[in-house]
């Protein structure tokens, strides 16, 4: 006698989703360690339980850390020896102040969110800074790119890595594309976006 509730197509096909962190929990339990597939969420049934914090430190690129939501958080920003911190900013606002000892704590976080750093050359004085304002997202079979910068790179992989768009853009573009999970290049800037 089997103790499973649902047909085995169920446990094969159907999609867990779990609580960003979660995910091995579930796939560990009992009663749903049966299924196959299993997705994190940072939304569970419209209660958002974890959001993005967006760390851009300059020309150097940015780091995605996945937090949890109505909490704060405190980062070590600290200075290079080639370079020295010119200006921070969480959510839009000049938070540069409000560094102590090198150390910056969020507000209490609500939703995805972002703190940029730009740096000041040490011997140059010239300052490094990555524009806030790159949009890359997803909505009906179409890819949306806006505040790119004129003659900017762009170039779509699929997750195995073949690539299905590559062209260089005036500031944005819209591109139509089947429905699945891609890796969006833009210049430099790497992003994962799902049609």
């Known amino acids: 006698m089997s103790n499973k509730t649902f047909t085995e197509d169920v446990y094969k096909y159907a999609y867990v989703h779990t609580p960003m962190g979660y995910k091995e ?3 560990t339990a009992y009663g749903w360690r049966d299924f196959e ?8 049934n419209g209660e958002t339980y974890y959001a993005s914090l967006r760390v851009k430190q300059g020309d150097l690129g940015y780091v995605d850390q996945y937090i949890k939501v109505e909490e704060n958080y405190t980062l070590y ?4 020896s080639r370079r020295r911190i010119n200006t921070i900013m ?6 540069t102040d409000k560094v102590v000892d090198g150390y910056y704590t969020t507000p209490t976080i609500m939703g995805n969110s972002v703190l940029s750093i730009s740096y000041e050359d040490n011997e140059t ?3 490094s800074v990555v524009p806030d304002d790159l949009k890359v997202y997803g909505n009906s079979e179409k890819l949306f790119i806006k505040n790119a910068g004129k003659n900017a790179e762009v170039t779509v992989y699929t997750i195995d890595g073949k690539v299905v768009y590559a062209n260089i853009i005036d500031d944005e573009a819209v591109i139509s594309l089947p429905s699945a999970l891609y890796v969006v290049k833009v210049n430099e800037r790497t992003t994962k976006v799902a049609l």
Request: hydrophobic share 40%; net charge negative.
């Open 25 to 27: 929990e579930f796939a």
């Open 37 to 44: 597939h299993f997705k994190e969420d940072m939304d569970i």
């Open 77 to 80: 920003i600290g200075n290079e």
């Open 90 to 95: 969480f959510n839009g606002e000049d938070v």
């Open 125 to 127: 004085g010239v300052s």
